[in-house]
């Protein structure tokens, strides 16, 4: 699961809304109504950008999502990882997000 506050920056990026099936009950009754997609749902909007996923093979022993550039988003979880590379690879949707990342130009990744 992703935080609310990452569920809104995906919200405010564009990422599909897809229904009420993953709203968290105890947002709603806050008046927050975002989606938390499942970790296939964000993998599969990153498309093929997306190369891979996995644990621990950095130094603050996170999940890191990466694309096909070998560039990457780290996690506390698996869904935060990918949820930051989905942002990252939609540049130009998540321009309210202020991230510490600098856009290649020859790539829609992130390098560090």
Known sequence: MISVELAKRL??????????KHIDPADISLGLKVYYPTLEELIEACGADFESLHYG???AMKWKATCH???HELGITPHEAVA???LSI???SSKNWT???QIDSSSACVRE
């Open 57 to 59: 093979r950095n130094r």
């Open 11 to 20: 919200k405010e990026a564009g990422f599909p809304q897809r229904g009420a």
């Open 99 to 101: 991230g510490v990342h």
């Open 90 to 92: 939609h540049p130009s």
């Open 69 to 71: 550039e070998g560039f």
């Open 84 to 86: 930051k590379l989905w």
